[in-house]
Structure formats: structure tokens, C-alpha cells
Nanobody
Framework: VQLQASGGGLVQTGGSLRLSCAAS????????VAWFRQAPGKEREFVAA????????YYHDSAKGRFTISGDNANDTVVLQMNSLRPEDTAVYYC????????????WGQGTLVTVSS
């Protein structure tokens, strides 16, 4: 199974971007899919996650009220809608998936760069 993250780009402060995480390969129904990000010189941090069976969502405090994570089961895609973007949101965004509630994030996408200009 491979995860493909896409949708990054350059946007001005206050703008929006829509990131997608698509799975390819064998049929894949992960327990949970999450987005992480890593800014230059900083550690990778959690942004948002969605549990597949329940659609329960989780957000980092910095993402609450601005970002929305959702699942498109028909297309095996998880979307991160990012609104009201700020320069501090600039980072490489990665999607990751857990096979089960007992596993770590086993699968990672290659990352997509989000740049927010001031």
C-alpha cells in the first residue's frame, strides 16, 4: 500500500488549500488516517486525524476551527481542508495511516509542501 499526498502549494495569508491523501495498491481500510507536518528546523507534529469506522476526528489546537479532515470512502481518500492559513502553517504535510488501533502509523505518504506567504 502506498499513500500519495497532494494539494500543496503557495497561498497568501488567509487563503485556503485542500490536501488529499490517496491510497494505492491493494484494498486498504485503515483504522485511522492522520496528517502531520514538519516545518524547517522543527520536529514533525500532529495536525489532524480521522478514525475510519466512526469518523471521529481529532485536531491539534492550532488546527481547530480552521482545518477540517474528512474521508471519502468511495475514493479511498482523506481530505484536509485548510482555511485561514497563516505563515506558521508553512511546512511539508504528510499523511499517515494506522492499520489497527494497536499499531503505530505504519504507512506514510511522501509529503506535500504548503507555503503561506505573509
Amino acid at each position: 500500500v502506498q499513500l500519495q499526498a497532494s494539494g500543496g502549494g503557495l497561498v497568501q495569508t488567509g487563503g485556503s488549500l485542500r490536501l488529499s491523501c490517496a491510497a494505492s495498491g491493494r484494498i486498504f481500510k485503515p483504522y485511522r488516517v492522520a496528517w502531520f507536518r514538519q516545518a524547517p528546523g522543527k520536529e514533525r507534529e500532529f495536525v489532524a486525524a480521522i478514525t475510519g469506522s466512526t469518523n471521529i476526528t481529532y485536531y491539534h489546537d492550532s488546527a481547530k476551527g480552521r482545518f477540517t479532515i474528512s474521508g471519502d470512502n468511495a475514493n479511498d481518500t482523506v481530505v484536509l481542508q485548510m482555511n485561514s492559513l497563516r505563515p506558521e502553517d508553512t511546512a511539508v504535510y504528510y499523511c499517515a495511516a494506522q492499520r489497527s488501533h494497536l499499531s503505530a502509523y505504519d504507512y506514510w505518504g511522501q509529503g506535500t509542501l504548503v507555503t503561506v506567504s505573509s
